[in-house]
């Protein structure tokens, strides 16, 4: 059975902190995939990688694929009220094209003004 | 560009009937997968439709049912309604060459009385 475990399940911080979320799995994934989601909406993507040991950067937010396609971390700087709401990380399980993917339970990030 | 959008909003159906959620894909995209998100944890995989056709199936029960139409439109249809079939489902479209980068709708819930 393939699992991602998602670590803290909840955060809440003061704006201007740094995080970080993590997700693992003692699985292989072809890719992994974090979405951040608002209550009542869809998740939205916001970064797939790839290749192992493969850092993105996405304005203040920073995702890094485990050397051995296993884990994942999410990185916030400075953290603003806007960025409060459900992180969770999904990976595509053999390649790329199953198209099934396996999600975290979450992590509900709350941050204070 | 148009994203995916899903109707109803939101549902309410007693045990025993039967319901059907529609999605529209995202422009240019022919694949759409199907998942459920219960409260307070990840999606979990459904199914996936590519050319009309069932492209991957998660642990659920064959009352769990679904189409796919000439224009990548999709139904989920679930019989036999039951409690536990109360959750938020999403439908996300993706490119058959990237099945792992998916574009999720806002949801239906969908509350079981």
């Known amino acids: 059975t393939q699992l991602l475990e998602q670590s803290p399940q909840f955060l809440s911080i003061q704006e201007g902190e740094n995080l970080t979320v993590y997700c693992n799995s003692s699985?292989?994934?072809?890719?992994l995939q974090w979405y951040r989601q608002e209550p009542g909406e869809g998740p939205v993507l916001l970064v797939t990688?790839?290749?192992?040991?493969e850092v993105k950067k996405l304005k203040r937010l920073t995702f890094q694929f485990g050397d051995a396609r296993k884990d994942s971390s999410l990185h916030i700087t400075a953290a603003q009220p806007g960025d409060t709401g459900l992180y969770l990380c999904?990976?595509?399980?053999?390649?790329?094209?199953?198209?099934?993917?396996?999600f975290g339970q979450g992590t509900t990030l709350q941050v204070k003004p | 560009e148009t994203g995916v959008t899903q109707s109803p909003t939101h549902l309410i159906k007693t045990r025993g009937q039967q319901v059907t959620l529609r999605c529209s894909s995202q422009?240019?995209?022919?694949?759409v997968s199907w998942y459920q998100q219960a409260l307070g944890q990840g999606p979990q995989f459904i199914f996936q439709?590519?050319?009309?056709?069932?492209?991957g199936r998660g642990n659920f029960p064959p009352r769990f049912s679904g189409l796919q139409f000439p224009n990548y439109s999709s139904e989920l249809n679930v019989n036999a309604l039951e409690l536990d079939d109360s959750a938020l489902y999403l439908c996300?479209?993706?490119?058959?060459?990237?099945?792992?980068?998916?574009?999720f709708g806002p949801g239906t819930r969908l509350t079981v009385l």
């Open positions: 996300a479209s993706s490119l058959v060459l990237r099945k792992d980068t998916q574009y």
């Open positions: 699985s292989v994934f072809s890719s």
């Open positions: 990688v790839v290749t192992g040991g």
């Open positions: 999904a990976g595509a399980i053999g390649s790329s094209n199953t198209g099934k993917l396996i």
């Open positions: 422009s240019g995209h022919n694949t």
């Open positions: 439709y590519y050319r009309e056709e069932e492209n």
